[in-house]
C-alpha cells in the first residue's frame, strides 16, 4: 500500500515536471510581483511567429525576445497598457489574443450571438408549426347536421345491437 | 392559449402578424450580413491579399528609435544604424540573417539592385551570431550601406517584424512607407518598389 502511494506522488511530481515552461529560468525577474504582471502579459500577447500561442507558451526566438521586452518594460515602470498598446503599435491587434471589444471586432464578438439567435428563431417558427391548431368552432348549421347524423347512428346502432 | 384567442380577433392579429415576420426574416438578415463579411474577405483573399501576411501597422509612422552596434570587422568606415541615418534619404531597410534561408534567396537581387541603383540598402543582421553575418557576406557578396546588428530583437520588434527577410522603404523624412514580407522578387522591384523609391524621390 505505501508503495502504490508513494510511487503515485513520484508520479504526480512527474507529471508537474513535465508541464514544460517555455520561459527559461534565467528569464524569470526577481521581484515576484513584476514577475507575475510579465507572466500574465506575456499570456495576452500572440507569438507572431508561430500565431496560435501566446509568448508565454511559445519557444520561438522571437517570442523569448518579446517575453524578454515586457519583462525589461515591466522593470522600467511601464503599465499593462503601456506594455500591450507598445506591441499593438507595432504589429496591430492582432497580436492581443483577447480581442478589443471595438466596431472592427464586433463580427467576432456578437457572430456567435448572432448565429444562436438565428438558431433559436429557426427552432421557434418550427415548433410553432408543429403544434396542431385548434380548430374553428362549428357554425351553427354544421353542429344541427352534426347532431341529426349522432341522433341516425344512434337508432341504428340501438336497432342491430348485437346481442 | 393567448395565441389562439388573438387570433380570433381580426385587429389584435393585423397588429401581431407583422412583428412575427420580422423575427422570421431576421436569421436571413444575419446571414447576410455575416455572409457579406466573410465573401468580403475571400474576395480580398483572391484579390492577393495574403491572410498570413500581416499588414503593418507601421506604415505612414516615423521609423522607430534605434542605435544599432556595427558588425566588427566589416571594413566600413561608417557602419551600426542610429534612427538619423534613415532620415536624410530615401532608403530601404533589410532584415536579413545569416540562419536565413529565403534571405539567401533574395541575395542576389539585393546585389544586383545595390550594382544599378544608388538607393541605399541598410541592413539589420537578426539574431545573427557577428561571425557567421560577416562570413556570410564574404561569401555572397556585401549590398549593404550600413549594417547594425539586433542580437535580441530590439530592431526588430520596434519594427514590427515577424520573420526575415522583410523590407521596409522609408522616405527622406524617416517615415516608413512600405513593408515587403519575405523575399523580394524581381517582379516585385520593377513593379512596386522601385516606381515607389522614384515617387518619393520626387
Redo the contacts between chains.
Sequence with gaps: MHRYIAASIAALIFMLGVQALAVDPYEVLEDPVLEQRARALSQELRC??CQNESIDDSNA??AR??R??VRQRVTQGDSDEDVLSY??????D?VLLRPQFKPQNY?LWF?PF??L??GA??V??YMRQQKPK?PTPLSEAEQKEIAALMAETDSESAGDKPS | MTEETSNEVTNETSTRVPRRRWIAILPVVIAVLLGGVFAKRLADVKDGLDPTVLQSVLLNTPVPDLDLPPLPGRDRLEDGIKTEHLKSEVSLVNIWGSWCIACLAEHPLLMAIQGQSDVPIHGIAWRDDPQASLKWLGRHGDPYSRIGQDPISEAAIAFGVTGAPETFVVDANGIIRYKHTGPISPDDWSNTIQPLIEQLRQ
Excluded: N, P, S
Design positions: 507572431v511567429v526566438e522571437l525576445d518579446m524578454r521586452l506591441m499593438v503599435e507595432r504589429y496591430g492582432f463580427v457572430g448572432a448565429l439567435l438565428c428563431v429557426v421557434r417558427q385548434t
